[in-house]
């Protein structure tokens, strides 16, 4: 084999393992507003790659049954992990006791505005529904001279 040739298998190879390890968002809409705004571009890292999300966590989910049409990805805090005690705003909705341990492989999850929707709406997310853990946010112009 040529050096040409393995250089290219070596990057078709990093550019797999790449893909694998994290997946690329464009914010597309306010729930998240204003630490996540419509356009900002989010590398979130992927899976059992991220560990086990944990309170204060922003974490990339499915769509849970229950959720509307629209958006197949979801951004959203998370505000009580297995273990975590269930915040009283959600005791009613998961009709478990304010104070109680969410469950495990269970999440609570909420966006930042008001009319968002999340955990209020839907309970809890299952960990299988989580897809990633987001690294930072990527504001457009952000590579503009100036700008960092």
């Known amino acids: 084999m040529t050096v040409g040739l393995l250089s290219a298998v070596g990057l ?3 550019l797999l393992a790449v893909r694998l390890m994290f997946v690329v968002i464009t914010v597309d809409g306010h729930s998240m507003e204003p630490q996540y705004r419509p356009g900002d571009r989010v590398v979130a890292l992927r899976g059992r790659l991220l560990g086990r999300p944990v309170t204060g966590d922003v974490v990339l989910i499915r769509r849970p049954s229950g959720a509307n049409g629209g958006s197949v990805l979801f951004l959203k805090n998370v505000v009580a ?3 975590d005690p269930v915040p009283t ?3 009613a909705i998961t009709g478990d006791r304010a104070g109680r341990a969410t469950p495990d492989g269970c999440y609570l999850v909420l966006g930042r505005h008001r009319a968002s ?6 309970g809890y997310v299952s960990s299988r529904d989580i897809v990633g853990k987001a690294l930072r946010p990527r504001r457009l112009g952000d590579d ?3 700008r960092s």
């Open 89 to 91: 705003l959600f005791a």
């Open 12 to 14: 078709v190879a990093v």
């Open 144 to 146: 503009l001279p100036g």
């Open 81 to 83: 992990a297995p273990g």
């Open 117 to 122: 929707e999340d955990s209020k709406n839907w």
